[in-house]
Structure formats: C-alpha cells, structure tokens
C-alpha cells in the first residue's frame, strides 16, 4: 500500500485539475492500492492564506471539506509525536506548513507529493 501526504499546491492543483501538477504525481496520487492524505496544516494555511487575500479559490472554501471526501482523501491530524519531529528538524526549510508536513511524512512513513524539493532535504520521500 502507498500512503502519500499532499502538499498545499499539490492538493489545490490536483481538486482544480491544474497542468502545473506532473504527471508523475497525478499517476501517485492516482495509483491503486493508494491513500491519500491531507494535512490539517494545509487547510490552515489555506484559511490564513484566503483570509490575507494571497489565496483565491474557484470553490468556496467551505466546500474544501467536500472535495476531499469526493476524491477519497483523508485528513491527516497533527499529533504530539509529529511535533516532537518538527521541534529536532533543522531550518532547510523556513516556511512553519512545509515543516509541519514533513514532520508528519517522517512520522508516519508517507511520500509527500510536493513541487518543492527542498523537503527532501529533510530525509522524506519525496515525489513529484
């Protein structure tokens, strides 16, 4: 079975059928005998996002719940065990989200589906 955690873009590009997402992590995310999931993380930083005007969605984002039910995903939660990774990351990474994600992709064996390959950096398997 492959478990793969989508990144923010990754997500918003594959649920708005954007050809900015590969074709190789189309195929990932696609795959049988796969799960998907979806941090709590990425919802948040869509919700900062919207609200600071830096996001706009085709969708309103009170739907985003619904387009992850449709596409069979399913809502990775940050736990204790993911914050006690992020605290002994070191910064290759800035940005508090892709922290988070890559913390929860150590944590749990997945394959993060993300553009940013500055996650690999981090030892996580990383797919794009």
Do not use: C
């Amino acid at each position: 079975m492959q478990l793969n955690l989508l990144d923010t873009h990754t997500f918003l590009w594959f649920i708005g059928g954007n050809r900015e997402l590969s074709k190789t992590a189309r195929a990932h995310i696609e795959a049988d005998n796969t799960n998907n999931f979806v941090s709590i993380a990425s919802l948040w930083e869509m919700s900062i996002k919207i609200s600071l005007g830096k996001l706009h969605l085709n969708a309103p984002f009170s739907e985003i719940g619904q387009h992850i039910i449709r596409n069979g995903f399913e809502i990775l939660p940050i736990t204790v065990e993911d914050t006690l990774i992020l605290s002994t990351l070191p910064f290759h990474h800035r940005d508090p989200f892709d922290r988070i994600i890559v913390a929860q992709a150590l944590n749990n064996s997945l394959t993060v589906i993300t553009k940013d390959d500055n996650l690999a950096s981090y030892g996580a398997k990383v797919v794009w």
